[in-house]
């Protein structure tokens, strides 16, 4: 199947500082990629619809500014926490589908923890 | 009003029963896929099932059936044969419909499963 690469996987850094997230579709071209937010024992929760090409799709409270999402490329989507505080500190995961269909399924990146201390 | 509600926040099962996990869906979409997503403790998202909202029949994959009940829009995972390697985290999701790509999926708060030997 399909395959998503995240990274990193882990991050650690100090408050203040920006952290970039790489997703990347290594043999399928990706339009359209989904950020998710998961929170300890808590469901996945959307972020922002990235489309290449074009200006995110952010949801309701989640700030632009401080989540920056870039798609340049059909394999390529990048998500910057600027200016990280504790609160940021959580499970960062991307997705994309391969299809556009609704029955189409999300191949999803391994994920990235950060830590923000 | 939640798309997707998972009712159990966590369940026991005997190795080598069979365990059902409970998951109800609101749309009023016509055209719409539920999916059933496996996340173990490392994070990944792993797929395990589809079903879409016009097909006929229950979608099976090996151990895993999906026992769709349009009417009470409700999409229960079926388990057979627990082994221990199926304690995870799992969560039911929908995609809602235009074919367009750009819609995501939608979790729901998961259900946490431990095998028990």
């Known amino acids: 199947g399909a395959v998503v690469s995240q990274h990193p996987s882990w991050v650690i850094c100090k408050s203040g500082t920006s952290v970039k997230i790489e997703c990347r579709s290594l043999d399928f071209q990706a339009t359209t990629m989904f950020w998710y937010r998961q929170f300890p024992k808590q469901s996945l929760m959307l972020m922002a619809t990235s489309n290449e090409g074009s200006k995110a799709t952010y949801e309701q409270g989640v700030e632009k500014d401080k989540f920056l999402i870039n798609h340049a490329s059909l394999t390529l989507s990048t998500l910057t926490v600027t200016s990280a505080h504790p609160e940021d500190s959580s499970f960062y995961i991307c997705?994309?589908?391969?299809?556009?269909?609704?029955?189409?399924?999300?191949?999803f990146g391994s994920g990235t923890q950060l830590s923000v201390l | 009003a939640q798309k997707i509600t998972q009712t159990q926040p966590g369940m026991f099962v005997q190795e080598k029963e069979a365990v059902t996990l409970d998951c109800t869906y609101d749309?009023?979409?016509?055209?719409?896929?539920l999916f059933w997503y496996k996340q173990p403790s490392s994070g990944e998202m792993i797929f395990l099932i589809y079903?879409?909202?016009?097909?006929?029949q229950n979608a099976t994959e090996g151990r895993y059936s999906l026992n769709f009940q349009k009417a009470r829009k409700s999409a229960n995972l079926v388990i057979s044969a627990s082994q221990l390697g199926d304690s995870a985290m799992y969560f039911c999701a929908m995609r809602e419909g235009d074919d367009s790509g750009n819609t995501p999926l939608v979790f729901g708060k998961g259900t946490r499963l431990s095998v028990i030997a």
């Open positions: 079903q879409g909202s016009y097909d006929q």
């Open positions: 749309t009023s979409d016509p055209s719409y896929g």
């Open positions: 997705s994309a589908p391969e299809g556009q269909a609704t029955n189409e399924k999300l191949f």
